[in-house]
């Protein structure tokens, strides 16, 4: 089963096709215009037995300038390249770009084939074998071996092709245990069937009849049918060319540089933060915010380019940047992209996203840029770790780690409980995760808004939990009631129905203020039995501020010392603890009480006397049958 790409690479007319339909017998260039013109254009493939089990497919990428966008997208899922240089011509400029290229796309393995040998004398061979010697020094062709071959004379084909076969069967296969990609490189339809769209997967794998998802225009979409070499197949995975028949799709709404997913798990982005070398044969620096050409998979997108760390990347330096492209893309966490120049359009440099879904952030921003270095450079535990504390968000659940980090979840959930061993991170309530030090931090956060807020407002009994959220910029409510909880188990807040508010805290009130509060306290204890209104209570004190008034109001409601007995009616706490005592008095000797008794044991109207035994009744002390109030059980003894 084929799980092997091998692709071409070389300057414009150097035998690229020749030479794979002189070793495989089938012509790679399938468009008409490219027979007549004798120059590929776009991207042709080629399949090729390496034993009775397996083959190969062969990726033939366009040498010419005017379609480097084309060779980048091929290049992207090579495992393997066959890299092209002509005996008569030497290297040439797009021979050198082709290498740069592969090197930024990390491409490890690779063969050199020489073409043409035919059209020239053994010395000028020398000559060229030795000027490409040079080239590949300190590059992953630098140990390659080098093939010289003539497409016409076959001369050298048939020990090429058992140099491929070797070196195809020392290559591992891709592992199919992440999530299913493969970006799209082909799109077109059959009579009968619809819409056809072929790519290399590049991850993960997937069954005919799934789901999928079309990125970034995050189209659903199911697979009617799956094909890889033309022969229809149940399952494909990780390293293989396929072709997937969708269903409900046309064919003008996909371009390639799309690519299929699950559905729900890459998302469409247009920041992204990464970091990027420069060639050192780069003809000039890279300003901020220049206008670039950024490829990534099989699509080519324009992006401004934000320096993090400088005011600009020199030739042969790397350095952190934010690219912001024009278009949404979908990306991975450690994926690879090149950037070319706008104009003249030439390779520049490349390298890895960092962060997939960042946030616009500023200029030599130093924390941001100590972050990206540590998920650099991480391993997979310390990454997960990483990103969870650093989260911008203060929580994480396990499928937004998987879609940040790009790490399977089986693998994620591992760590994951490990961390948890280690009391590295706390699972909330929402199975969202919070680091430990973020926890602490926010602990320590609402603590110190909560002295800010009651510094400034004294008169206020409770904060708000809405308000602390917005202050604390947490969004989560499960996390924010875990924070509550653990300083409540500390003793270091108080929770309440209204809010929260630091334990032990007393009213902060000027002597002006203290003096205006004990005199409405006063009013209210004077109203004896007898409920009384906010309205009452401003009639009364018509010539103090209103605002004021309302305040100290509000201030003894939520500390206590006033009760709403009936909606928007009150009594002083110590009068209504009163007159529950003689309430359960009078029942434990009476067994029973009815509104009209409690009116003359109070002396206070009927009206105040049935609001005060409804109240009773809410509170649980007693129970109602027939007009009756009776103590509960657990008041009865």
Do not use: W
Request: proline content about 3%; aromatic content about 8%.
């Amino acid at each position: 089963m084929q799980r092997i790409i091998i692709g071409t690479a070389g300057h414009v007319d150097h035998g690229k096709s020749t030479l794979v339909k002189a070793f495989t017998g089938i012509d790679p260039d399938r468009l008409p215009e490219e027979k007549q013109r004798e120059m590929t254009t776009d991207l042709g493939f080629v399949f090729m037995p390496i034993n009775e089990t397996e083959e190969i497919a062969i990726i033939d990428v366009p040498g010419h300038e005017r379609f480097l966008r084309t060779m980048i997208a091929g290049a992207n899922s090579i495992r393997m390249v066959l890299f092209v240089v002509s005996a008569d011509e030497g290297i040439m400029p797009q021979t050198i770009e082709h290498l740069d290229v592969l090197q930024l796309l990390g491409i490890e393995r690779g063969i050199i084939v020489i073409t043409k040998i035919d059209k020239v004398d053994e010395e000028y061979l020398s000559l060229i074998i030795e000027e490409i010697k040079r080239m590949t020094k300190g590059s992953f062709l630098e140990k390659a071996k080098i093939y010289t071959v003539s497409s016409t004379t076959n001369q050298g084909i048939e020990e090429l092709s058992k140099g491929i076969k070797i070196l195809c069967s020392q290559i591992e296969p891709l592992p199919d245990n992440g999530i299913f990609r493969c970006p799209i490189d082909r799109i077109f339809t059959i009579k009968g069937f619809g819409t056809v769209v072929c790519g290399t997967i590049i991850s993960g794998r997937i069954k005919n009849t799934e789901s999928v998802e079309i990125l970034p225009i995050q189209k659903k979409s199911r697979i009617r049918n799956l094909q890889v070499h033309n022969q229809s197949v149940l399952e494909v995975f990780a390293g293989q060319r396929a072709a997937f028949n969708l269903m409900d799709v046309s064919v003008s709404e996909i371009e390639r540089g799309y690519e299929l997913s699950i559905p729900d798990y890459l998302k469409p982005t247009q920041i992204l933060n990464a970091n990027l070398s420069l060639l050192p044969n780069t003809q000039r620096p890279l300003d901020n915010n220049e206008r670039i050409r950024l490829h990534k998979g099989t699509c080519e997108v324009m992006a401004r380019v934000t320096t993090l760390e400088k005011d600009k990347i020199e030739p042969g330096a790397r350095g952190y940047v934010q690219l912001r492209v024009e278009k949404p893309i979908v990306a991975e966490f450690n994926e690879r992209f090149i950037l070319r120049f706008y104009s003249p359009m030439r390779v520049i440099g490349g390298g890895r996203f960092l962060e997939a879904y960042a946030q616009k952030g500023r200029r030599f921003d130093k924390e941001r840029c100590a972050y990206l270095k540590m998920i650099e450079g991480a391993k997979e535990k310390e990454l997960i770790e990483v990103t969870i504390q650093y989260s911008s968000t203060q929580t994480i659940d396990e499928r937004e780690l998987m879609r940040r980090v790009n790490i399977p979840i089986k693998t994620i959930n591992r760590y994951l409980l490990d961390l948890q061993k280690q009391n590295v991170l706390i699972k909330l309530d929402d199975n969202s995760f919070v680091h430990q030090n973020s926890f602490e931090t926010l602990k320590k956060g609402c603590l110190d808004t909560l002295k800010s807020y009651f510094d400034k407002n004294p008169l206020k009994f409770t904060m708000g939990i809405g308000d602390l959220s917005k202050v604390l910029k947490i969004s989560n409510t499960c996390l924010l009631q875990k924070v509550l909880e653990e300083l409540s188990k500390e003793q270091k807040v108080e929770l309440r129905r209204e809010g929260v508010r630091p334990t032990g805290l007393g009213a902060k009130l000027s002597p002006d203020a203290q003096r205006l509060k004990e005199r409405l306290e006063q009013f209210t204890i004077n109203k004896g039995y007898r409920k009384f209104s906010l309205k009452e209570v401003l009639n009364s004190f018509s010539e103090e501020d209103e605002k004021r008034i309302r305040e100290l109001f509000k201030y003894l409601l939520s500390s206590g010392i006033l009760c709403e007995i009936r909606e928007g009616f009150y009594l002083h706490y110590n009068i209504l603890e009163q007159a529950k005592k003689k309430l359960i008095e009078f029942l434990k000797t009476k067994g029973s009480v009815r509104a009209v008794e409690f009116k003359v044991l109070l002396g206070i109207s009927r009206d105040d006397a049935r609001d005060l035994l409804d109240y009773f009744f809410r509170k649980g002390i007693t129970v109602r049958t027939e007009g009756t109030h009776r103590l509960v059980k657990k008041e009865n003894g």
